[in-house]
């Protein structure tokens, strides 16, 4: 366990009221505001938005962001770095740089460089969390620690725990490179990270007898643990997941490993082999999914979906949207969509970022739209005034 020094803070610095004026002038906006209090539905000429009625900013981000702002208040004069971005929000991050928050870099191989931050340093940690070795460098350095974990993740962290202690391996259901999930398995003894359904399948499929060592070890060379042994570490398992998946499909891994220790051992020994993940997927990720199925199930010309290209809960929304049938779009920021009746987006499960021109069709219009748990009420607004100005421009041709 790491010994976390007095002086680490994580319920921030009496400041929220003093900077909230200055968080609603940046990241709120009157037209949202008008749009909650008027049924999530905007007309305006021949185009109707339809926002889904949970999206945006979560309590842990907002928590997050103002955490943040109170440190510069608090340490005026002093350095202040941040891990990695605070949220997956281009906007919101750009703000922090502005307020002299300097950014913990990272190297071509992915490898954070601590090399700047000095003894004394103030360090912010974001809502995704940091990993048991940044804790204990930061801890060793000397630094003052301002702790924004979301409450959510420190479940799952918990639950993670509880399976180390017991001498469970912990599945996770979630991306291996991704900066919770790096802050999650570092704190299980052993672990395996499946990505999804099918290589939750595959992995119960060789637990069975299927496939063999080799392939096993080169499939997940960077999704375990350190010396990760399938057949001796693949015998008492606890699942757990990045809060930000989808929460069906997590449940299907659980009910999945369940039935195959069931299969293997028996219904007399399961509880040696097998413990239930529990509901870990966080409330305000539930709350915009269940949105966007809801929003998909109505009839829209087209969806849109706003939100960091590197959030993965806003990732699933637009899966969601995408597996809707309904043409869709994800974009990161106002700036995606030009005059013109240009867009520039994201396409499912690629790094690729396409422009498509027209991507408005002619004529009267209705427009689904969500954004992720990172996107600010602004962005949301500013995407909107766009989308007006395109097609206002159309009916003045």
């Known amino acids: 366990m790491t ?58 981000v907002d928590r997050a962001v103002s955490m943040a702002y109170e440190t510069r208040r608090h340490f005026p004069d002093r350095r202040i770095w941040i891990t990695n971005e605070i949220i997956h929000n281009r906007l919101v991050n750009d703000k922090l740089r502005k307020m002299r928050i300097d950014f913990v870099a990272i190297d071509d191989r992915g490898v954070k460089d601590f090399s700047g931050v000095q003894p004394g340093d103030v360090v912010i940690l974001p809502a995704f969390g940091a990993s048991v070795e940044e804790m204990q460098l930061l801890v060793g350095k000397g630094c003052e620690i301002v702790d924004t974990t979301c409450p959510w993740v420190s479940r799952v962290w918990n639950r993670v725990s509880k399976y180390k202690q017991g001498d469970f391996t912990a599945i996770i259901h979630g991306k291996y490179n991704h900066e919770e999930t790096i802050a999650t398995s570092s704190r299980a003894q052993n672990y395996l990270i499946v990505r999804n359904l099918d290589e939750a399948q595959w992995v119960c499929d060789y637990i069975l007898g299927a496939h063999d060592r080799r392939q096993f070890l080169t499939r997940f060379a960077h999704a375990c643990s350190p010396g990760f042994d399938p057949d001796a570490h693949l015998q008492r398992l606890g699942v757990a997941n990045q809060t930000t998946m989808l929460k069906g499909e997590t449940e299907q891994i659980g009910k999945l490993f369940e039935r195959t220790m069931l299969k293997k051992f028996g219904p007399g020994k399961l509880d040696e082999h097998f413990l239930s993940p529990g509901d870990t997927i966080c409330d305000a990720t539930q709350e915009r999914q269940d949105a966007m199925f809801k929003l998909v199930a109505d009839t829209h010309d087209l969806i849109l979906v706003i939100g960091g290209y590197n959030s993965s809960n806003t990732g699933h929304l637009y899966e969601i949207a995408v597996e809707s049938g309904v043409p869709s779009y994800h974009i990161d920021g106002t700036d995606c969509i030009g005059p013109g009746n240009v867009i520039r987006h994201k396409m499912l499960h690629s790094p690729e970022i396409v422009t498509t021109k027209p991507w408005l069709p002619e004529g009267p219009l209705t427009i689904g739209m969500t954004a992720g748990a990172s996107t600010p009420d602004q962005v949301v607004a500013g995407v909107i005034e766009n989308i007006f100005r395109i097609k206002g421009s159309e009916n003045s041709a």
């Open 3 to 60: 010994r976390i020094s007095a002086n680490y803070h994580r319920k921030g610095f009496g400041l929220k009221d003093a900077v909230q004026g200055e968080l609603q002038r940046e990241y709120e906006s009157d037209l949202i505001a008008q749009l909650r209090r008027d049924g999530y539905t905007l007309t305006m000429g021949a185009v109707t938005v339809r926002l889904a009625q949970a999206f945006g900013f979560c309590w842990g």
